[in-house]
């Protein structure tokens, strides 16, 4: 397991890449302003699902996203 900072700088540099400075910023604002809880979303979410949803969404991913073999070892 990483340290807290390498996480810290992996989770920030993946924010950047898919959100863009601002918004990973802005991201980062929002949780903290409602003091998100990320496992009380995640219950509430999965709870919603219906019996089987999530396996076929996550079918559906890999199907549109194939490993094509180049791993990033971190």
């Known amino acids: ?17 898919h959100l863009g ?12 302003r409602d003091d998100f809880d990320y496992t009380v979303w995640q219950r509430e979410y999965f ?3 219906e019996a089987g949803e999530f396996a ?3 079918s559906a991913y ?7 073999g180049k791993a990033q070892v971190l």
């Open 1 to 17: 397991m990483a340290n807290a900072v390498k996480i810290l700088d992996q989770g920030f540099a993946c924010l950047v890449d």
């Open 21 to 32: 400075v601002i918004d990973a910023e802005y991201f980062i604002s929002l949780i903290k």
């Open 47 to 49: 709870d919603k699902m």
């Open 56 to 58: 076929k969404k996550a």
């Open 62 to 68: 890999a199907d549109a996203h194939p490993y094509d």
